[in-house]
């Protein structure tokens, strides 16, 4: 497969404008990181829970390093945003590659030469993008996240896209959303949605959804020290509104205003005070990265601004290999409907992804699907299959194997790849390297 690179030549360069609206922005989410103990203590609320905790504790690490970059950054420093944000999803989109390969500091320079670097090193797409293909050709078009090529955005383009493993990843959420029935329900409520985010990464999720739900009342919630570069991506990008909620400043999820909001984690009891209401609250990703204390204070808090209609949508991984936690074991506690989603449009990369409800949704929300072997054809002894996501190449010698109990990989010479062409040419170069026809 052949696609060109989308290089940093290639990239829009942010707007004066923007620029100035984005130095606005932080010096607001500044203010809220170092007023942030003042808050707390005449509020009198629970520093365990709005301190950075978990994951996000440590007085100096790549984190912390990569908002003081942004926080007090120049034009360049803003105009490649996406390069300093691997903590987020794990991958140098610099270089990329994943981040635990690259081991490379979010604010490590860009070197002069990289363009030429990636043109030489990176021509081939990746298996990130044999996987965008793959399901985003089911979809509705509209329902494809396509990022700005702006920004610091690189990777290759594919049908008019920038794909990347985190166009893949995001894609990835709109998928089970969309295959879930979620977003089918959103568009049935008859007004625009209201949505909470709980954690909001660098502001892809959001973007992505706000081109979906175009009049959608939308809200971060999230360490203000992340608050900056979601915040800031989304205001560079000059697709969105986008303004902090500050201290005794009037705060709203009403879908007329079609904005985005972006609350410090600190304040989330504003909206509990003001009875505010949402009809799906997200999470991806980091409330396993929290504390115990954090996960049951946010899990109570959703339940309270679901009400008995509105949805909560995770996606986290199990983290307690880690030392860290599995989010699931505290969320139940507080929400006593739950659905695992198992979708077909995605290989849930992230984590396993879960709905929670008060009340199990009378509407036909959930689809799942039990995913059905199809015999693809036969090759040198081994049966072509393709299951859940994955092509297998299985040696006809095992005679017949339910891949829905077995572990089928870890079978004797089992092949399994995301494509057929790879299975099929892995195949072929173990029968030259035993001398067997091809």
């Given at each position: 497969?052949?696609?060109?690179n989308?290089l940093?030549?290639d990239?829009?360069?942010?707007?004066q404008?923007?620029?100035n609206?984005?130095?606005?922005?932080r010096?607001?989410?500044a203010?809220?990181?170092?007023?942030?103990?003042t808050?707390?203590?005449?509020?009198r609320?629970?520093?365990?829970f709005?301190?950075?905790?978990g994951?996000?504790?440590?007085?100096?690490?790549?984190?912390?390093?990569?908002y003081e970059y942004?926080?007090d950054g120049?034009y360049?420093?803003?105009n490649?945003l996406?390069f300093?944000?691997?903590?987020?999803?794990?991958?140098?989109l610099?270089w990329l590659?994943p981040?635990?390969?690259s081991r490379?500091?979010?604010?490590?320079?860009?070197?002069?030469?990289?363009d030429?670097?990636?043109k030489?090193?990176?021509?081939e797409?990746?298996?990130?993008v044999e996987l965008?293909l793959k399901?985003?050709r089911p979809?509705p078009?509209a329902?494809?996240?396509?990022?700005?090529?702006?920004?610091?955005?690189?990777g290759?383009?594919?049908?008019g896209?920038?794909?990347?493993?985190?166009t893949?990843?995001y894609?990835e959420?709109?998928?089970i959303?969309?295959?879930?029935?979620?977003i089918?329900?959103?568009?049935?409520?008859g007004?625009?949605?209201?949505?909470l985010?709980i954690?909001?990464?660098?502001?892809a999720?959001a973007?992505a959804?706000r081109?979906?739900?175009p009049s959608a009342?939308?809200?971060?919630?999230?360490l203000?020290?992340s608050?900056i570069?979601?915040g800031l991506?989304?205001?560079l990008?000059?697709q969105?509104?986008?303004?902090?909620v500050e201290?005794?400043?009037s705060?709203s999820?009403?879908?007329?205003?079609g904005?985005?909001?972006l609350?410090p984690?600190y304040?989330?009891h504003?909206l509990?005070?003001?009875d505010?209401a949402?009809d799906?609250v997200?999470?991806?990703l980091?409330?396993?990265?929290?504390t115990?204390?954090q996960v049951h204070?946010?899990a109570e808090?959703?339940?309270r601004l679901?009400?008995r209609?509105?949805?909560?949508f995770?996606q986290n991984q199990d983290?307690?290999?880690l030392?860290?936690?599995?989010c699931?074991?505290?969320?139940?506690?507080h929400l006593?409907w739950s659905?695992?989603?198992?979708?077909?449009l995605?290989v849930?990369?992230?984590?396993?992804t879960?709905?929670?409800?008060?009340?199990?949704?009378q509407?036909n929300?959930?689809?799942?699907?039990?995913?059905?072997?199809?015999?693809l054809?036969s090759?040198?002894?081994?049966?072509?299959?393709?299951y859940?996501?994955?092509?297998?190449?299985?040696?006809?010698?095992?005679?017949?194997i339910?891949?829905?109990?077995?572990?089928a990989?870890?079978l004797?010479?089992?092949?399994r790849?995301d494509?057929?062409?790879k299975?099929?040419?892995?195949?072929?170069?173990g029968?030259?390297?035993w001398?067997?026809?091809?």
């Amino acid at each position: 497969m052949t696609c060109p690179n989308v290089l940093l030549a290639d990239n829009r360069d942010i707007s004066q404008h923007a620029f100035n609206r984005g130095v606005e922005l932080r010096r607001k989410i500044a203010h809220a990181v170092e007023n942030r103990g003042t808050y707390v203590t005449e509020h009198r609320l629970d520093p365990l829970f709005c301190l950075p905790r978990g994951n996000w504790d440590g007085a100096q690490n790549d984190f912390s390093s990569a908002y003081e970059y942004m926080r007090d950054g120049d034009y360049d420093a803003l105009n490649r945003l996406r390069f300093r944000v691997q903590f987020f999803s794990g991958y140098d989109l610099m270089w990329l590659t994943p981040g635990a390969e690259s081991r490379r500091s979010s604010i490590a320079p860009i070197p002069p030469n990289h363009d030429q670097w990636i043109k030489t090193q990176r021509a081939e797409p990746d298996s990130w993008v044999e996987l965008w293909l793959k399901f985003t050709r089911p979809i509705p078009t509209a329902l494809r996240f396509s990022p700005p090529v702006m920004l610091g955005e690189i990777g290759w383009r594919v049908d008019g896209v920038c794909v990347n493993h985190d166009t893949y990843a995001y894609q990835e959420r709109i998928n089970i959303l969309y295959e879930s029935g979620i977003i089918d329900w959103l568009h049935r409520l008859g007004r625009p949605p209201r949505i909470l985010e709980i954690g909001g990464g660098y502001g892809a999720v959001a973007f992505a959804l706000r081109r979906i739900f175009p009049s959608a009342s939308y809200m971060i919630c999230d360490l203000p020290e992340s608050l900056i570069f979601s915040g800031l991506y989304l205001t560079l990008c000059e697709q969105d509104q986008v303004h902090l909620v500050e201290p005794d400043a009037s705060i709203s999820a009403d879908p007329s205003r079609g904005d985005v909001a972006l609350l410090p984690n600190y304040m989330l009891h504003l909206l509990l005070d003001r009875d505010l209401a949402f009809d799906l609250v997200i999470n991806t990703l980091s409330m396993s990265e929290m504390t115990e204390l954090q996960v049951h204070a946010y899990a109570e808090a959703i339940g309270r601004l679901i009400g008995r209609t509105g949805l909560f949508f995770e996606q986290n991984q199990d983290n307690t290999n880690l030392g860290l936690l599995d989010c699931k074991d505290h969320i139940r506690h507080h929400l006593p409907w739950s659905c695992r989603l198992e979708p077909q449009l995605a290989v849930n990369t992230e984590g396993s992804t879960d709905l929670w409800a008060n009340v199990e949704p009378q509407l036909n929300l959930i689809q799942l699907h039990n995913p059905v072997p199809k015999l693809l054809g036969s090759i040198d002894s081994y049966n072509i299959v393709d299951y859940d996501g994955f092509i297998y190449g299985l040696p006809q010698a095992l005679g017949p194997i339910d891949l829905a109990q077995v572990g089928a990989e870890d079978l004797k010479g089992v092949i399994r790849h995301d494509s057929r062409e790879k299975v099929e040419a892995e195949i072929r170069a173990g029968n030259q390297r035993w001398g067997l026809r091809r």
